[in-house]
Every structure is written in C-alpha cells, then in structure tokens.
C-alpha cells in the first residue's frame, strides 16, 4: 500500500531563517507531487506541483522554492522565512488514475 | 477560468442530518471530490463523483449535477465527530492539479 511522510511535524524557526521541508512517497512509482498551504481557518493554496522528477511548477509567486531531487522526494524550501509564511504545510500525490489526492500528516510552521 | 463556492460555516445537532452545498465552474470536468479534515489534521478522502447521481457510503452520501456544476454531501445521523471542515475539490483533464473550495465549517452540536 501507499504511504506518504512529511517531516518535520512542528516546526519554530525564527524570520530570516532558512526552511526545509521533507515529503516522501512510498509504495507507488512517478506520482504527482503537491504542496498546498492552510493558514489557520482558510482553506488550501497549492504552492507548487511536479509531474516528474525536476519538473517543478509554481503556483503563487513567493519566497519559497521546491525540488524533486527523487522520483518519491519533494522538498520545499526557503533561503529567509517570512512571517507570512507561518502555516500548516501539506504534501499529497496522485496516481494515473484520477485526480484523487492523498495527504500526508502535515507540518504546522510558525515563525516567530 | 474555475471556481468553487460553498457556505464557509453550518451548525447542526447531533442525530440530525445536514448537506452541504458546492457549486463549481471549470473546464474538462474530470471529478468532484470531497475530503474532511478535523482541525490540525490532514484531509481525508470521502467520496468522489464523476457521473450524475448520488454515491452512498454510510452515513456520508455525495450527489453531482454536472449539467448544473453543482454537489452536494449529505451526512445523516450526526455525530460529534462529524464536526470538522469539509472540502469540495474538483479535477480537470486539462490539468494534474485540483481546484479546492474554502471549506466548509461544520460544528455538531449535542
């Protein structure tokens, strides 16, 4: 069966300090690959998606970035975290068959 | 362009029943989801609709009207761990992404 992490679950990092996030994949081969942001009380924003590893599209411009270094690995990333960046950060894939995404346990960022 | 709309917030008592409304606009339908998540938590897969009808799943039930862009997911014989958001999201052909709704707050009270 598919499983899918993320690392850290919590996470305080003070404003101006770099940021990674670790999502990973297992039991399933080239799947789509999501970062989505909730801030509290809102609903989802997709930061940004990858068909394929190094395919990286970006949906709101900011000060994040992310990487598909691996088929099964996507990282989100920061050189300076902002105060708005603070968030509940979730990661999903989806398969061939449908659009059907499934979430990982999140990581909920504050940035003081 | 797409669009999703549903109320933000509903309140209900614990064994009624409750629907909440999605209406959505886009282009290369390609299925309606609906996802729950209780607070601090991930979404959590329901239903998906791609025909017009009604899929049953319990207590959960989800309706689709494609000719109207329209669903809605009816939960019978609430319980108090029914209250959580609950998430219309919809996918299309012309692209890998699903479009969400806000969510919709729902609060279950005895």
């Known amino acids: 069966s598919q499983t899918i992490h993320q690392w850290p679950a919590t996470l305080v990092q003070p404003v101006g300090s770099p940021l990674s996030l670790e999502c990973t994949v297992e039991g399933t081969s080239n799947p789509n690959l999501y970062w989505y942001r909730q801030a509290a009380g809102r609903g989802l924003q997709l930061l940004f998606y990858?068909?394929?590893?190094?395919?990286i599209s970006s949906e709101v411009p900011q000060n994040l970035s992310a990487s598909r270094p691996q088929d099964r690995q996507f990282i989100l990333s920061s050189k300076k975290l902002l105060l708005s960046d603070s968030g509940f950060y979730l990661c999903?894939?989806?398969?061939?068959?449908?659009?059907?995404?499934?979430f990982g346990p999140g990581t909920r960022l504050t940035v003081l | 362009g797409q669009n999703i709309d549903q109320p933000t917030e509903m309140t209900a008592t614990e064994g009624a029943i409750v629907q909440i409304n999605c209406t959505y606009q886009?282009?290369?339908?390609?299925?309606l989801f609906w996802y729950q998540q209780h607070a601090g938590e991930a979404p959590t897969f329901l239903s998906y609709n791609v025909l017009d009808g009604l899929e049953e799943k319990g207590r959960f039930s989800s309706f689709l009207s494609r000719s109207k862009g329209y669903s809605y997911l009816l939960l019978k014989e609430l319980q108090m761990k029914d209250s959580a958001s609950y998430l219309c999201a919809v996918g299309s052909y012309n692209t890998d992404k699903l479009i969400f709704g806000t969510g919709t707050r729902l609060q279950v009270f005895p």
């Open positions: 999903a894939w989806s398969g061939d068959r449908d659009n059907e995404q499934f």
């Open positions: 990858s068909v394929g590893i190094g395919q």
């Open positions: 886009t282009s290369g339908f390609n299925g």
